[in-house]
């Protein structure tokens, strides 16, 4: 069995996606493209050499019998008027990140797939299916270090554009971290607070960087995040967790130790893009199969409704100062 997919933004990641769903998974095939640039979607034709249909409104592509499911890689402020019509359409849909960019946006596809009565949203939140936090998650869950009490963490780009503000430190940068470790430690947030040490003299003049996010959970737990997005020297994500009678750290990526010139070392990557290549192949294969099985069972709308609650309190927490709680409606039965 093969799943017809349409695909609407074919920019960096949508083509990445389009690639792997053509060449690299199983059971998919992308038959449509959409993009408010024709262009884009005629050069990756061209590029991969696939057949697909062009359509000028993505709403023509969510409709077109042919598109069985639908992956949404265009601009955030897009997504929440795609899903809800792949929604309307009965079509189960794969949403980059952010699902909506206010909470409110999200709550509106909760809503939407509730009332339609079937499970049809997968958010591209890709750590978890990431092979690193799984084996961490599996010794948390193993009991192995006790109950976890506290995590350090950090979210380190070497770089970034003039372009990137002070609150997307929190909506591009920790909006992972507000994904994974909810999933991690199967528990919610409660409150936040951002502190700002001395700013690098690296970053952007408007930029605040670094800066430390304090998360409290409902069941206790402290969580410090470093976001630090000119650190210079790599892209480098961690997490230790420090349980009752232990400590589990997540594994670095694969790299070959070298003795050498009096240096005993290891490479730390330096684009993202490469960290986890393998967690995007993972996700959308699960995506893949979750749809040819009827069962969807990847970060669902609710995940994308809760990072983003999360992520309001800590831009309040950013402009304020002070602690805010984080707010959660009760989740709805049909998430569970
Ligand atoms: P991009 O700017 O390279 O591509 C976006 C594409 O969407 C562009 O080709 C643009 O023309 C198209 N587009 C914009 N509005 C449209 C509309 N109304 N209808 C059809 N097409 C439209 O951006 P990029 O980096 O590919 O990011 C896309 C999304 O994926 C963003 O929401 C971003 O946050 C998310 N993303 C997620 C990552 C992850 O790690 N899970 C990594 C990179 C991006």
């Known amino acids: 069995m093969t799943l017809n997919i349409g695909v609407i933004g074919t920019g960096a990641i949508g083509r990445e996606h ?47 019998p042919e598109v069985q499911a639908i992956l949404v890689t265009s601009w955030g402020p897009t997504h929440e008027e795609f899903v809800l ?61 006790g109950e976890p009490l506290m995590l350090h963490c950090a979210h380190r780009n070497p770089e970034v554009g003039d372009s990137y503000t002070t609150d997307m430190a929190i909506t591009d940068t920790l909006i992972h971290e507000l994904d994974v470790l909810r999933w991690l430690l199967k528990d919610d947030y409660v409150s936040a607070q951002v502190i700002y040490p001395r700013s690098t003299s690296k970053a952007a003049s408007h930029l605040k960087d670094p800066q430390i996010v304090l998360l409290e959970t409902a069941k206790g737990v402290r969580i410090d995040v470093e976001i630090f997005v000119n650190c210079a020297y790599g892209y480098d994500i961690q997490c ?27 490479s730390i990557l330096t684009d993202w893009k ?63």
């Not at 053509?22 to 979607?41: E, F, G, K, T």
């Not at 979750?290 to 069962?295: A, T």
């Open 18 to 64: 389009i690639r792997r769903c053509s060449q690299v998974l199983q059971h998919s095939r992308v038959v449509a493209l959409n993009d408010i640039n024709r262009s884009n979607c005629e050069q990756i034709i061209h590029d991969l050499g696939i057949q697909a249909e062009i359509y000028d409104n993505a709403h023509d592509l969510i409709n077109a």
């Open 85 to 145: 019509a792949a929604i309307k359409a009965g079509k189960a849909v794969f949403c980059e990140k952010p699902l909506a960019v206010t909470a409110q946006g999200c709550m509106n596809i909760v809503e939407a797939e509730i009332a339609a009565g079937k499970k049809l949203v997968q958010v591209g939140f890709m750590r978890p299916y990431d092979a690193g936090y799984r084996a961490l998650k599996a010794v948390i869950d193993n009991g192995d270090i």
């Open 240 to 266: 230790e967790v420090v349980g009752e009678s232990g400590i589990a750290r997540l594994p670095e990526p694969m790299s070959v130790q070298t003795r050498s010139a009096a240096k005993l070392s290891t």
């Open 274 to 336: 490469k960290r986890f290549i393998d967690a995007y192949d993972v996700e959308l294969q699960d995506f893949i199969n979750n749809v040819l099985s009827g069962e969807m069972t990847g970060p669902s709308a609710w995940d994308g409704f809760a990072a983003a609650v999360a992520a309001d309190a800590c831009v309040a927490a950013q402009k304020s100062g002070d602690i805010v709680p984080v707010t959660m409606p009760a989740k709805p039965a049909f998430y569970n």
